[in-house]
């Protein structure tokens, strides 16, 4: 599995030391994609780029247990109902 990232900083404020910053996390294995968008994020200090960079991390570990939650519930269903419809098979 290969992961890239690509951030993309646009509508630079200079005065403010804001921009908008994109991100978007690629699996080049599975083609699956995810992104988020934080507008106007503060950009000036390393503490103010860690912690921008600390809520795009946490908000992704949000969706892997999310993902993992959903298959986990499907997987248990498909089985269920496989083994429901089999056995009316008998």
């Known amino acids: ?27 080049t294995a599975t083609g699956e994609t995810w992104s988020m968008r934080f507008t106007q994020a503060l ?8 912690a921008l960079l ?16 959903i298959s986990t519930f499907l997987g248990t269903l498909e089985q269920s109902a496989n083994a429901n419809l089999m056995a009316r098979e008998a």
């Open 43 to 50: 950009l000036e200090t390393g503490d103010e780029r860690a």
């Open 1 to 27: 599995m290969a992961i890239t990232w690509d951030t993309q900083i646009t509508n630079v404020n200079i005065n403010s030391k804001r921009g908008d910053v994109s991100f978007m996390r690629t699996d």
């Open 54 to 69: 600390n809520a795009v991390w946490a908000e992704w570990q949000t969706e892997v247990a999310k993902q993992a939650g």
